[in-house]
């Protein structure tokens, strides 16, 4: 999908409101299409039981039974929720295509999407997600 056939925001706001909702680091990755460094984020090792929501806008994305070690230095997932909780995009920022995935609500990046590298899941797909994208939301 291209920015141009993908559905509208649900939720939208101007730049201004968006910095001033998120932090520096945040919006560099959710606003701006940024990655934070590997193995740093706040998520990748965690073994909680929940629900990742979208750090912008709240809008649940994937739940934590879904969540594998890839040992790739984000956190790691073989499917979204489901329904349309993600958008996904092809992506030429890096000079190769890849697929960016995006929040379906507010069009945050979340990180990309990659098929065929042979781990061990239902769907032999990656969600590479940036932790500072999501929120968890542990199960009570």
Not at 101 to 106: E, I, K, L, N, R
Request: charged share 25%; hydrophobic share 30%; with cysteine.
């Amino acid at each position: 999908m291209d920015k141009t056939t993908q559905p509208a925001a649900k939720v939208v706001k101007t730049d201004a409101e968006w910095h001033e909702q998120l932090t520096p680091a945040e919006y560099q990755v959710l606003r701006q299409a940024g990655t934070e460094r590997p193995f740093v984020g706040e998520y990748t090792d965690t073994k909680t039981t929940g629900v990742y929501e979208c750090r912008a806008c709240g809008a649940e994305l994937f739940r934590s039974d879904t969540k594998f070690e890839s040992h790739c230095g984000w956190p790691s997932f073989f499917t979204p929720l489901a329904g349309d909780t993600v958008i996904e995009r092809t992506d030429y920022s890096m000079g190769v295509k890849r697929v960016e995935v995006v929040c379906a609500t507010c069009h945050s990046h979340l990180g990309h999407v990659f098929a065929g590298e042979g781990y061990g899941t239902p769907t032999d797909l990656r969600y590479c997600i940036n932790s500072i994208s999501l929120k968890l939301v542990p199960d009570a």
